[in-house]
């Protein structure tokens, strides 16, 4: 079992910044890709950005150019560095790692952007 622990999530205004970061319980390096999705209020969880084992990224539109994706393997992490955040930004992130045709998720972590 795989356990992914996200944090660095909060409140800020919109214009700030934000870095969230998730921890896995094993090494990332195995994983197809990671990736973290959000879910806002009465909003379907829809894919922010994706990581594949050779560090190609993927983004949704709406946070192109904004939004960074990396990863340290050596550290088991995944990062997510977002600017310019947006009010439209608020959402529960979530970790996601796929192996194969398993997804393992984390619990998520609040992100808050005020006008």
């Known amino acids: 079992q795989v356990q992914l622990v996200e944090s660095g999530g909060g409140l800020v205004q919109a214009g700030g910044s934000l870095r969230l970061s998730c921890s896995a319980s094993r090494m990332i390096f195995n994983f197809n890709s990671m990736a973290w999705y959000r879910q806002a209020p009465g909003k379907q969880r829809e894919l922010v950005a994706s990581?594949?084992?050779?560090?190609?990224?993927k983004y949704a539109d709406s946070v192109k150019g904004r939004f960074t994706i990396s990863k340290d393997n050596a550290k088991n992490t995944v990062y997510l560095q977002m600017n310019s955040l947006k009010p439209e930004d608020t959402a529960v992130y979530y970790c996601?790692?796929?192996?194969?045709?398993?997804?393992?998720w984390g619990r998520g972590t609040q992100v808050t952007v005020s006008s």
């Open positions: 996601n790692a796929k192996e194969i045709s398993t997804n393992y």
């Open positions: 990581i594949t084992t050779g560090v190609n990224t």
